[in-house]
């Protein structure tokens, strides 16, 4: 039996994904095998020793201490693409807000309240004051083509724009998801430089922190409006600032309000509502599920952040999973352990300096093999599944 805890509150069509027969689901457990969470951070907990798993219901794992984990042999799921439609449309909405005023047009038109029959000629008379282009025709830069960008660069195709993408590390199914109309460039100057509009659809890990930076704003064209539904720290708040005030860019719209970018002009601030749907929280919920189901029961590995995908039909009548270091001979090591036993499955993968083996024996691995498996220098966890 496998004990599951969850850490927020989850969808019920992800949670009952979790029969009674092999898990129980409970906030209160103290050493649970798999933790499942949204956006509650586990930076300052200490991870139970039974911790296997842990399944973020979205995309964004900078509420996790993933090296901590890494280093436990804890495997860190996401739920990449889950909730990309979601953003997508939000997105959309923040393209048309950065272009026709309708933030400031509502909230002036609410301050005409009381004047009775005159509201329609203040209307008529005020109305000027929030003219916006439209974006048909306009240049799109969308930074970073993964599930989010390749759908919001290929919106704003159908939507008449002219799409250019940047991606250093653009994937294969990325890549044949993107519409043929959308242009690639090889550097992220070219794109903002051309660009009336950029939005940004990039991880924040420390190389991509503060990326939109003074430099980079200074490549822009004059006038620029910049969307920001990934994370707010992809951008220097007081160059973004300074820019505002400047006129070199016009607008800031950012799903990541904090106090510095609330005091700016020509910020149009959204309480973080990117994933903020039913169906979204539905999705990653179900996503989140699936993936760390297949891990407990069957070892298999799906979009974690810090060890390969690596999956296995089952074979033989035990599993044996190794999280471990990338160093050589490794698998030999193993073998060489196993060497009286029928290995009837192998599978190794690795991610950078980790890695992951699934082996499937013929005969059941007594004990004290395992435990000299898990002694092996670089072997971070053992795990046995029959």
């Given at each position: 039996m496998f004990e599951i805890k969850p850490l927020n509150k989850i969808a019920p069509c992800g949670i009952d994904l979790f029969t009674a027969d092999k898990y129980t689901v409970s906030g209160d457990s103290e050493n649970p095998d798999g933790i499942i969470l949204r956006s509650f951070s586990m930076h300052e907990m200490e991870m139970p020793e039974n911790l296997k798993a842990i399944g973020r219901a979205g995309a964004g794992?900078?509420?996790?201490?993933?090296?901590?984990?890494?280093?436990?042999?804890?495997?860190?799921?996401?739920?990449?693409?889950?909730?990309?439609?979601a953003v997508k449309e939000l997105v959309i909405t923040g393209l048309l807000l950065a272009s026709r005023k309708v933030v400031d047009g509502i909230a002036w038109a609410k301050t005409l309240e009381?004047?009775?029959?005159?509201v329609a000629k203040m209307v008529e008379k005020g109305k000027g004051q929030f003219v916006g282009p439209e974006?048909?025709?306009?240049?799109?830069?969308?930074?970073?083509l993964g599930a989010i960008g390749a759908m919001v660069a290929n919106t704003a195709y159908a939507l008449g724009m002219d799409v250019i993408g940047y991606d250093p590390y653009l994937s294969v199914k990325a890549a044949l998801s993107l519409s043929r109309h959308v242009h690639v460039v090889n550097s992220i100057e070219e794109a903002l430089s051309q660009a009336d509009y950029i939005t940004l659809h990039v991880p924040l890990l420390d190389s991509t922190k503060n990326m939109i930076n003074s430099a980079m704003i200074a490549n822009m064209k004059d006038g620029a409006r910049l969307l920001n539904f990934a994370r707010g720290g992809l951008v220097d708040n007081?160059?973004?600032?300074?820019?505002?005030?400047?006129?070199?860019?016009s607008v800031y719209v950012t799903d990541f309000p904090s106090d510095e970018v609330l005091s700016m002009k020509n910020v149009i601030p959204i309480p973080h509502l990117?994933?903020?749907?039913?169906?979204?929280?539905?999705n990653c919920a179900v996503m989140a599920a699936k993936e760390m189901i297949d891990f407990l029961e069957n070892g298999n590995i799906h979009n974690s952040v810090n060890f390969p995908n690596c999956?296995?039909?089952?074979?033989?009548?035990?599993?044996?999973?190794?999280?471990?270091?990338?160093?050589?001979?490794?698998?030999?090591?193993?073998?060489?352990?196993?060497?009286?036993?029928?290995v009837e499955n192998m599978v190794n993968k690795?991610?950078?300096?980790?890695?992951?083996?699934?082996?499937?024996?013929?005969?059941?691995?007594?004990?004290?093999?395992?435990?000299?498996?898990s002694e092996i220098e670089g072997v971070l966890r053992v795990r046995v599944i029959k």
């Open positions: 794992v900078n509420n996790i201490p993933v090296d901590k984990c890494t280093e436990k042999g804890i495997v860190v799921f996401n739920t990449p693409g889950a909730n990309a439609n009381g004047n009775g029959a005159e974006i048909e025709g306009k240049k799109l830069a969308v930074i970073g007081a160059a973004v600032g300074a820019a505002l005030e400047e006129g070199k860019l990117g994933a903020s749907t039913p169906e979204s929280e539905d999956e296995c039909a089952r074979g033989g009548v035990m599993r044996i999973t190794v999280c471990h270091k990338n160093i050589p001979n490794m698998l030999s090591k193993f073998l060489t352990l196993l060497q009286d036993k029928n690795n991610k950078g300096e980790w890695a992951y083996t699934i082996i499937d024996t013929s005969a059941v691995v007594q004990e004290d093999i395992i435990g000299k498996i």
